[in-house]
């Protein structure tokens, strides 16, 4: 039984389907491109049944190229993304007209698809420097992607549009986010004042043994900041071990700061407080310079 995306006349000439069977048991995602019914239809399916579309004759690129990635939360009601000569408009695809270099296409899949450093040079330069952050997080997170590479890249494309912003992005992207809202947290505390946070530090006892890990925070002044996400609360397996962690990284004194999603957006000045106050206590100096009213949107380039 055919499972992935498949073009509905190659189906149709093996023998794998009949075509009664194709059209009353499969959905068609692009002209000429099935998928079963009931089969749920994410960024990556949709990535794919856009590469047949195209005759197998496109470069798969954007959040397209992010998905096959293994980047995580990119919307399956996304279009997809291919780089190709030929221009037309087609729903739920979008074409690109781009010139690409050999060392700017790699492979995923049998299919071609721009680079990670290739990209993210794409989606860092779309409007929306948040959004734009998040996303190039999300991809250097699953495939380790550094910002030394990026920046080689847009070095030789210096007059491509948003490239202002791009430079911004890889000045501020972190593989070490887990989520979108550890992004966002990060970013929130960059904006108000604090010093770059490291992500994911791994903290260890007297005898080198792991306590826990923390999302993000300072080293220097043992002070971590988590974001607490659903599954700490409705997986009471999860939950417990967040217990035990916890106060194990209490006991080898660190400040843990933790924060919700409604916190984050309801009422960010009381968890910047909480960690200017956090920060103050371990002998930060620079508690009074801490911008309470903080928006990542002072981040953008100018």
Known sequence: MLTEPFIGTEAVASGLVTRRTLVSRHDMIYRNVYVPKGVELTAELRARAAW???GRHATLAGMSAAA????????PQLPAELIRPE??????????????RDDEVGAVGGMP??????????IGRRPG??????????????????AVEVERLAETRRGARGI???????????????????????????????PR?????????EYGLLVGRV?????????????????????????????????????????????????????????????RDAMQSRGWPHADRIRLDARVSWLNPR
């Open 52 to 54: 047949l579309w195209s």
């Open 68 to 75: 096959l990635y293994g980047s995580k939360w990119i919307r």
């Open 87 to 100: 221009a037309c408009a087609v729903d739920g695809i979008l074409i690109h007209r781009a010139k690409l």
């Open 113 to 122: 698809v721009t680079t990670p450093a290739r990209t993210a040079f794409d």
């Open 129 to 146: 420097l948040e959004r734009a952050i998040v996303r190039v997080d999300a991809l250097a997170n699953a495939t380790g992607l550094k």
């Open 164 to 194: 202002v912003q791009l430079r911004r992005v890889v000045d501020l992207m972190d593989g070490g986010a887990e989520s979108t809202q550890e992004t966002r947290t990060r970013l929130l505390l960059i904006a108000a004042g604090f």
């Open 197 to 205: 946070p490291r992500t994911q530090i791994l903290v260890v006892d």
């Open 215 to 275: 999302d993000m925070g300072w080293d220097e002044f043992k002070v971590g900041v988590e974001y607490d996400g659903p599954q700490h609360w409705d997986d009471p397996d999860q939950h417990a071990r967040d217990i035990d962690r916890l106060a194990g990284l209490a006991a080898a004194g660190w400040l843990i700061i933790r924060v919700s999603k409604d916190l984050l957006r309801y009422r960010p000045h009381v968890f910047l407080a909480r960690v």
